[in-house]
C-alpha cells in the first residue's frame, strides 16, 4: 500500500493534535507555552505510580478548552523525571486512547479504534479499519493516518483492499489548497 502524502494544511485544520486530543489548538503559542486544565471522567481509574500512567476505563471523555475525545479507555504516561514539555501538556509523555475513540473541537472530528499521542515530537497516529479525519464536509480515512504536528505533515496509509480516500470541499479550505505525492 502506497502512503499519500498531503499538505498538511488542509488536515491540520481537520485536527491541530488529536488528543491525544488535548493539545493546545494549533497556532495558539500562549496556550502552548502554558499547561491547560484537563479534566477526565471514566467509570475506573487505575492510577500506577510505578509505571507512571494513569487509566481511565469505562466510558472516558476527557475536556481540554473546546476539545472533547471520547474513548472506551484512556491511558495517560508521565515523565517520571518531572520533564515538562513544550506543547503545554506539562509532565505528560504521551497519551493512548482506545476503543471507539472520537475527538471534536469546534468542526473538526475524527475518529479510529487507537489513537497515541507523543508529547515529546508532537505526533499523532490514528489506527483502524477505518480512522478518519474531518473538517465540516472534507474528510480523509485510512488504516493509518500520522500527524506531524512539528513538521506540518500528515501521512495516510492503507492496507489490504481498503485505500485511502479524501474529500476535499473547496468551502471548508479557503485558506490553501493541497497537494499529494505517491
Do not use: C, W
Not at 498538511?8 to 491547560?36: H, K, N, Y
Not at 474531518?134 to 485510512?142: A, E, H, R
Not at 493516518?145 to 481498503?162: M, N, W, Y
Amino acid at each position: 500500500a502506497k502512503p499519500i502524502l498531503l499538505k498538511a494544511a488542509a488536515l491540520m485544520a481537520v485536527v491541530p493534535v488529536l488528543i491525544s486530543g488535548l493539545p493546545a489548538q494549533a497556532g495558539d503559542a500562549a496556550l502552548e507555552e502554558t499547561p491547560v486544565p484537563l479534566h477526565v471522567i471514566s467509570d475506573k481509574m487505575i492510577a500506577r505510580r510505578d509505571a507512571a500512567m494513569v487509566e481511565f476505563t469505562g466510558n472516558v471523555k476527557a475536556t481540554r478548552l473546546d476539545s472533547v475525545v471520547h474513548a472506551d479507555a484512556i491511558e495517560i504516561y508521565f515523565y517520571s523525571d518531572g520533564t515538562q514539555t513544550a506543547d503545554g501538556q506539562g509532565s505528560v509523555k504521551k497519551i493512548v486512547s482506545t476503543g471507539h475513540v472520537r475527538y471534536r473541537a469546534g468542526d473538526r472530528e475524527a475518529e479510529a479504534d487507537r489513537a497515541v499521542y507523543t508529547t515529546a515530537d508532537q505526533i499523532l497516529v490514528l489506527t483502524g479499519r477505518a480512522a478518519r479525519l474531518k473538517t465540516g464536509d472534507s474528510f480523509v480515512t485510512g488504516t493509518k493516518i500520522t500527524l506531524f504536528r512539528v513538521e506540518d505533515k500528515v501521512i495516510v496509509e492503507s492496507d489490504g483492499p481498503a485505500r485511502v480516500e479524501a474529500l476535499f470541499n473547496p468551502e471548508d479550505h479557503q485558506a490553501g489548497g493541497t497537494e499529494s505525492k505517491q
